[in-house]
Nanobody, 124 residues
């Protein structure tokens, strides 16, 4: 099982970035894929999750209305469109996968597979 995250970089406050998470080695339809982030000295925080089967989504309060998670089933890829970025969005972003059970979960402990992180820096 592999999850390959990409798309991090530097953005100004108010700017946008799009992250990608390419999945391979398993049947994504049976899984939920989520984005987490971890800032220096902070605990890993759940950002958003999507069911690969039906596309339903869930967001953390801190990003709701600014971030959009989506999937391309043909490419086994999940995206995180991040708009209206704030300095507090600065973190290493990780994608992760868990067996889908119909419940949206943003707890790191519940996720089985993890990709490497990609750094997002929001600064003027």
């Amino acid at each position: 099982v592999q999850l390959q995250a990409s798309g991090g970089g530097v953005a100004q406050p108010g700017g946008s970035l799009r992250l990608s998470c390419a999945a391979s080695g398993f049947v994504p339809d049976n899984y939920a894929i989520a984005w987490f982030r971890q800032a220096p000295g902070m605990e890993r925080e759940g950002v958003s999750t999507i069911s690969m089967r039906d596309g339903t989504t869930h967001y953390a309060y801190s990003v709701n209305g600014r971030f959009t998670i989506s999937r391309d089933s043909a490419k086994n890829t999940v995206y995180l469109q991040m708009n209206s970025l704030r300095p507090e969005d600065t973190a290493v972003y990780f994608c992760a996968a868990r067996r889908a059970d119909g419940v949206h979960v943003l707890v790191a402990y519940d996720y089985t597979y993890w990709g490497q992180g990609t750094l997002v820096t929001v600064s003027s």
